[in-house]
T-cell receptor
Framework: DAGVTQSPTHLIKTRGQQVTLRCSPK?????VSWYQQALGQGPQFIFQ???????QRGNFPDRFSGHQFPNYSSELNVNALLLGDSALYLC????????????FGPGTRLTVT | EDQVTQSPEALRLQEGESSSLNCSYT??????LFWYRQDPGKGPEFLFT???AGEEKEKERLKATLTKKESFLHITAPKPEDSATYLC???????????FGKGTKLSVIP
């Protein structure tokens, strides 16, 4: 049973550039949430997608946007990258019938220089 | 605003020395208290969900308990492979997000 997968594993970008991160949910899950985890901190909620719509958003600027596809996979896009965007980006999937338990992928480590 | 506070920030134990990690939460209408384990550079691994005060769950050397204000993760006779950061998260009524604490970094020394 495939778990949550994310790509790429690592990414290095320059300030001002744009980046796209990808996530495939665990088999049987239809809901995807994105979190940002800075070094030494707990994950911070960015947004959640369900039925191809953004269902809830955390306190992140509009530079952070996302998309969910009909196969439930999802993308996170970040525009106009800042040095402070350097972090581990985590995708978590859950079932729409039981959205409480979220299972995380391995993350994408983004470094902005 | 939902808040989750974990203590201590770091804990060093000798192998076999039992202890507890604390998670205090302020959440409007708790809809779940979650424990995760995270190894360096990896995603959090789901451990437990607790929904109501008095509930307990166990998995190998770990036992999680819940009161109306706190949750504890008890570690019995830990082994070096239990070394990791343990994260606590809460979910409130009408919300789909998990609010995380900063975690407790556990080191178990052989």
């Amino acid at each position: 049973d495939a778990g949550v997968t994310q790509s790429p594993t690592h990414l290095i970008k320059t300030r001002g550039q744009q980046v796209t991160l990808r996530c495939s949910p665990k088999s049987g899950h239809d809901t995807v949430s994105w979190y940002q985890q800075a070094l030494g901190q707990g994950p911070q909620f960015i947004f959640q997608y369900y039925e191809e719509e953004e269902r809830q958003r955390g306190n992140f600027p509009d530079r952070f946007s996302g998309h969910q596809f009909p196969n439930y996979s999802s993308e996170l896009n970040v525009n106009a990258l800042l040095l402070g965007d350097s972090a581990l980006y985590l995708c978590a999937s859950s079932s729409g019938r039981d959205p409480y338990e979220q299972y995380f992928g391995p993350g994408t480590r983004l470094t902005v220089t | 605003e939902d808040q989750v506070t974990q203590s201590p920030e770091a804990l060093r134990l000798q192998e076999g020395e039992s202890s507890s990690l604390n998670c205090s939460y302020t959440v409007s209408g708790l809809r779940g208290l979650f424990w995760y384990r995270q190894d360096p550079g990896k995603g959090p691994e789901f451990l437990f969900t607790l929904y109501s005060a008095g509930e307990e769950k166990e998995k190998e050397r770990l036992k999680a308990t819940l009161t109306k204000k706190e949750s504890f993760l008890h570690i019995t006779a830990p082994k070096p492979e239990d070394s990791a950061t343990y994260l606590c998260a809460a979910r409130g009524a009408g919300s789909y997000q998990l609010t995380f604490g900063k975690g407790t970094k556990l080191s178990v020394i052989p």
